[in-house]
């Protein structure tokens, strides 16, 4: 099994027949980013369902159509497929642009029609004509999770082998003892990291899908996991991190485990981020290398420079749900603090080490997985050439540990957003970046943020069982 692309319809129809292909799986992101799916029978697809597309109800997909005008166009993008190694019946999956029927254009809500839009921009800005995306995505393994949300039993329960909570718990076979310590898990070998064959798996399942992978490891909080996909075109990019999820949650299901990209899923340990390593092409020549600091070029400080200023609007869409901003807080490696460094990874932007002018790139470490990959992958292409168009420089970097700089050092740092709410209301009133060339929409940045404040006051009205703890005897 292997990912496919196709030129032809007709090239298509024939490997489906001659692999007796039962399924075709239409697949698309809605704006929160999650993956959606409806699955043609192959007796009923043909040259013309390819062509023109499928009708589907676009008012049951969360902050899309009103329900007097739900009719919406699926067509499939033969350019990206693969087999689905997950299902019973042999299926490939296809990913999909959404059409307004009306118009026969792209949904201008479609999160994978603002990324293709994003790259389009890109080249008729004259700054570039490929931008390369490298995200990192982490994730937790439990082996239960239970959760409560009632009027009168609010709450969450989970657990794994690997917590260092369950060094004293009776197992049917004994308890070995090999477990990651908090903040502890950080490249351990087997059995200390009781993960490895599951990622393992995870990866090889990857790789049949077309998503290129160069490593797996554990992270630093017991049950936290990391795999390392190859970097590539921002679409593209962002595609892959949607099998990746996919991937990881149903791998994980086999083994009876559950997988999640919840950013703070654990109190007390280090969360889950989405490092996001970024780079532009002209010509066949990398545009982020030159003779500045770091062996950066001018355009990669103007780059960096913009990320820096749109970045509590770009929350919004990097970080994109209210548990991120509890990750989002000193004390945990995470990148809470507006500046940019080689290998300091206290900075919110870090410059990897690079081996040739090629390699040479900018890290953004304060996304998570969270975030829908499409919309957070360009707006934070849309801020960085805002950056390079308007010669927005970063100021010196950073060179020392952010997290030991005293009060009067650190106030005069800017910061990430502190919640959802903060960023939405950021992105509500800084987001002309973001319009340029019709990449978004002020009918999409609308939306979304209206989609996203259900979220937030969801949030903010519930109780919280810290509350009880604080409060209830008062």
């Known amino acids: 099994m292997t990912s496919h692309s196709f030129k032809k319809d007709t090239v298509f129809l024939k490997f489906i027949k001659d692999n007796d292909i039962q399924f075709i799986d239409m697949n698309f992101t809605d704006m929160r980013g999650k993956w959606q799916h409806t699955a043609e029978h192959i007796s009923a697809f043909d040259a013309n369902k390819i062509k023109e597309g499928i009708f589907f109800d676009g008012s049951s997909i969360a902050g899309w159509k009103d329900i007097n005008e739900s009719d919406m166009i699926l067509r499939p993008d033969l350019s990206k497929t693969c087999l689905d190694p997950f299902a019973a019946q042999k299926t490939i999956k296809v990913f999909c642009d959404v059409i307004e029927p009306a118009t026969g254009k792209p949904y201008e809500r479609d999160p994978r029609h603002i990324a293709k839009s994003a790259e389009a921009y890109l080249k008729s800005s004259g700054l570039g004509d490929v931008a390369y995306f490298g995200p990192e995505a982490e994730f937790f393994i439990f082996d ?156 990669a400080l103007y780059y960096i420079g913009g990320i820096i200023k749109h970045a509590k609007s770009l929350n919004a869409l990097t970080n994109a749900s209210t548990n991120s901003y509890k990750r989002l807080v000193p004390g945990y490696e995470a990148p809470v603090l507006l500046a940019y460094s080689a290998r300091n990874r206290s900075a919110s932007c870090r410059i990897p080490h690079a081996s040739s002018p090629n390699a040479k790139r900018v890290e953004i470490r304060f996304p998570d997985a969270t975030a829908n990959p499409y919309l957070a992958f360009a707006a934070q292409l849309m801020a960085g050439l805002d950056g390079i168009e308007n010669k927005i420089h970063p100021g010196d970097a950073m060179e020392a540990d952010l997290y030991e700089l005293g009060e009067d050092e650190l106030s005069k740092i800017p910061t990430v957003a502190g919640s959802l709410r903060e960023a939405l209301e950021c992105l509500k009133e800084d987001h002309d970046y973001l319009l340029k060339g019709d990449v978004f929409t002020k009918d999409t940045i609308d939306a979304y943020i209206k989609l996203k404040m259900q979220e937030v006051e969801l949030y903010e009205t519930t109780t919280h069982p810290i509350e009880y703890l604080m409060y209830y005897s008062c």
């Not at 609010?154 to 308890?175: H, L, R």
């Open 144 to 299: 239960d999770v239970k959760v409560h949300n009632s009027p009168n039993k609010i709450g969450f329960e989970i657990d794994s082998e690997e917590s260092p909570e369950n060094s004293g718990k009776d197992y049917a076979t004994g308890n070995m003892g090999h477990r990651p310590k908090v903040k502890g898990g950080y490249f351990p070998e087997s059995p200390i990291d009781s993960a490895s064959d599951i990622r393992g798996e995870m990866v090889t399942v990857m790789q049949s899908m077309g998503v290129g992978v160069e490593k797996h490891h554990h992270e630093v909080a017991p049950s936290q996991n990391e795999i390392g996909i190859v970097y590539s075109t921002l679409t593209d990019a962002a595609d892959n991190i949607q099998l990746y999820k996919h991937v990881v949650h149903n791998v994980a299901n086999s083994y009876g485990k559950s997988a999640t990209f919840l950013p703070k899923p654990v109190v007390g340990d280090n969360g889950s981020g989405m490092h996001c390593h970024q780079s532009i092409w002209k010509a066949g020549a990398p545009q982020f290398s030159g003779n500045a600091y770091a062996g950066l070029s001018e355009t």
